[in-house]
């Protein structure tokens, strides 16, 4: 089981391009959430998708926007970037949400570096 | 102010020494919460999580929640160099579908 894939690894981009970030889920798993974590703090949700469709987001503008595909992975794109985009982008992976809380597995993140 | 506070460390021990790392938060929603590990360059993992309030242990780890307090804990007895990683508390509202609410981290460094 290769686990939470996620790519490329680092990407270094300018202010005002565009950014796609790509997440493979855990086997098994059909939900995918993404995250932003700046250096030195805990990461913050972005949105998780289910279903090809975003069923939550978090605190994040529309320049942020997201797709499923139907074999559950997962894109992440960021248009006109900013300088505090740069961040790590972590892919998480769980079970369709039931109300119970499952395990949600983390992929080893998208190094972003926007000059 | 942030829903949910950690002390950010940077936090250095001697290895065999008891390790403390807290968590504060302001929403009285949170039901679920977690304790992940995250090692430099990798993504977090989980360690533990607890349903509303009392304590979970498994092995050297033991996590304690007080609802009352909004207070959360967790607990490394017997530290050893391969604990030393970034800890980060997480929580949940019930029901959200597994929106977490991270707090910032604690650098942990167990000294050999």
């Known amino acids: 089981d290769a686990g939470v894939t996620q790519s490329p690894t680092h990407l270094i981009k300018t202010r005002g391009q565009q950014v796609t970030l790509r997440c493979s889920p855990k086997?098994?798993?059909?939900?995918v959430s993404w995250y932003q974590q700046a250096l030195g703090q805990g990461p913050q949700f972005i949105f998780q998708?289910?279903?090809?469709?975003?069923?939550q987001r978090g605190n994040f503008p529309d320049r942020f926007s997201g797709h499923q595909f139907p074999n559950y992975s997962s894109e992440l794109n960021v248009n006109a970037l900013l300088l505090g985009d740069s961040a790590l982008y972590l892919c998480?992976?769980?079970?369709?949400?039931?109300?119970?809380?499952?395990?949600?597995?983390f992929g080893p993140g998208t190094r972003l570096t926007v000059l | 102010q942030k829903e949910v506070e950690q002390d950010p460390g940077p936090l250095s021990v001697p290895e065999g020494a008891i390790v403390s790392l807290n968590c504060t938060y302001s929403?009285?929603?949170?039901?679920?919460f977690m304790w992940y590990r995250q090692y430099s360059r990798k993504g977090p993992e989980l360690l533990m999580y607890?349903?509303?309030?009392g304590n979970k242990e498994d092995g050297r780890f033991t996590a304690q929640v007080d609802k009352s307090s909004k207070y959360i804990s967790l607990f490394i007895r017997d530290s050893q160099p391969s604990d030393s990683a970034t800890y980060l508390c997480?929580?949940?509202?019930?029901?959200?579908?597994?929106?977490?609410?991270f707090g910032s981290g604690t650098q942990l460094t167990v000294l050999p």
């Open positions: 998480a992976s769980s079970l369709a949400p039931t109300g119970v809380v499952n395990e949600q597995f």
């Open positions: 086997s098994g798993h059909d939900t």
């Open positions: 998708y289910y279903e090809e469709e975003e069923r």
């Open positions: 929403n009285s929603a949170f039901q679920y």
């Open positions: 607890t349903y509303s309030s």
């Open positions: 997480a929580m949940t509202v019930s029901g959200s579908a597994r929106q977490l609410t």
